[in-house]
């Protein structure tokens, strides 16, 4: 089985520290529970040289390395691993975000997992013959049973495996959304993800 998993908001908690960046850094109070929309800048109704200076912060290796685990994360995954599943995390962090992205997870129980960098929402140029930094044609030779996303502004890139198994992580920015076709469900957590998989 091949899973592709995301990294922000499945495996650790990011929106929850973008909340308490934002609060420590503008004072700016929007709790987790009340950020209805995935862009940030929106969550948090942040102008423009705002939305700036915390992409810049939010991204600096002591914040990424702070995050907290999704509880179950790695459990779960190494689970998987123990039964032969190929799993890949697929994150659209950006390519500069790659070396405490991988510190995080060889700390936190993830060292034998793939990191990929997929440019999800346009924010790259490909940095050359990185090894993890992936370009949407090889992404799209990949192939996935599960996938585990939050993100419905990612849902477009699982267009091409019609077969897909997409189990979208609840979050209060997911909720509203329509969910694409019938092999997407909502998940509450990865004890619910656990018991979906095989
Ligand atoms: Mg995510």
């Keep these: 089985m091949n899973i592709y998993v995301d990294f922000d908001d499945c495996l650790c ?27 940030l800048q929106k969550s948090f109704q942040l102008n423009d040289e705002q939305y700036a200076q915390l992409l810049v912060k939010g991204h600096e290796a002591d914040e990424l390395l ?3 685990e999704t509880p179950g ?3 779960v995954i190494n689970e998987w691993v123990g039964k032969g599943h190929q799993v890949s995390i697929i994150t659209g962090r950006p390519f500069n ?11 936190h129980g993830f060292a034998d997992i793939k990191l990929y ?19 949407l044609e090889d992404y799209l030779q990949m192939k996935f049973d599960y996938a585990i996303e939050d993100s419905p502004s990612a849902f477009r890139f699982f267009d091409h495996l019609p077969d897909l198994n997409v189990l ?4 209060p920015w997911n909720q509203r959304a329509e969910l694409p076709t019938a092999n997407y469900r909502r998940c509450l957590g990865w004890d619910e993800i656990r018991a979906i998989v095989p």
């Design 13 to 39: 908690e990011t929106a929850r520290a973008f909340s308490k960046l934002v609060y420590d850094m503008f004072e700016i109070d929007v709790p987790y529970e009340d950020m209805h929309y995935f862009n």
């Design 66 to 68: 702070s995050y907290e």
């Design 73 to 75: 994360a790695a459990a």
């Design 97 to 107: 975000a790659y070396k405490p992205s991988r510190q995080w997870l060889d700390t």
């Design 117 to 135: 960098c997929l440019d999800k929402y346009g924010r790259e140029q490909k940095m050359k013959d990185s090894g993890f930094s992936l370009e």
């Design 168 to 171: 979208v992580f609840d979050r």
